[in-house]
């Protein structure tokens, strides 16, 4: 038997303000008062963006690191790379694009220098942002790299090609998702 129709739509109404909290929770983000113990402050960068524009930053710091993006003004977005120093909205490995606080984990096993890059919404002239980096001690460390054939113990050298394209697959297939999702 079917349920009446207006407490069909009352159950919608109620689903609806649900997901809009957890939503309105999630776009919070970490306060202050809720970095875990674990995470060393590394550094407090403060800037300012144009609509439509981006700031670049380069990560170098080893291990598993947090970047944590708090737009003070406007609606400044993260987006994140390991395999180029200049991340958009078309290239990035990472992203946090929210219209508050943003915050992306990267894995100690990104090959620094990490790209990071600060998006100016355009639905704001100017957007100011503080960005805190943390040092993630309870992240696993970066396991030691062994030499592929054709590459120096150093790592230097180009890499194996079969990793390239599988990277470049699973990155293609990441973003589709993300953008029927969002």
């Given at each position: 038997m079917a349920a009446p129709r207006g407490t069909a739509a009352s159950w919608r109404r109620a689903l609806l303000a649900l997901l809009a909290s957890q939503a309105v929770t999630l776009a919070l983000g970490l306060a202050d008062d809720d970095?875990?113990?674990?995470?060393?402050?590394?550094?407090?960068?403060?800037?300012?963006?144009?609509?439509?524009?981006?700031?670049?930053?380069?990560?170098?710091?080893?291990?598993?690191?947090?970047?944590?993006?708090?737009?003070?003004?406007?609606?400044?977005?993260?987006?994140?790379?390991?395999s180029t120093l200049r991340p958009s909205f078309d290239d990035y490995e990472l992203q946090s694009a929210t219209c508050g606080r943003d915050v992306v984990a990267v894995p100690a096993h990104f090959r620094r220098p990490v790209g990071v890059g600060i998006y100016g919404h355009p639905s704001h002239d100017t957007s100011d942002f503080?960005?805190?980096?943390?040092?993630?001690r309870t992240a696993e460390p970066r396991p030691p790299r062994q030499a592929a054939p054709g590459e120096n113990a150093d790592g230097s050298g180009p890499a194996p090609e079969e990793e390239s394209v599988l990277w470049t697959v699973l990155i293609s297939i990441l973003k589709l998702v993300l953008e029927i999702l969002f």
């Open positions: 970095v875990p113990e674990q995470w060393l402050l590394l550094h407090v960068v403060q800037g300012q963006i144009g609509a439509g524009n981006y700031s670049y930053l380069r990560l170098n710091h080893e291990g598993g690191v947090v970047l944590s993006v708090h737009s003070l003004r406007g609606d400044a977005d993260l987006y994140v790379s390991g503080e960005m805190k980096v943390y040092l993630d």
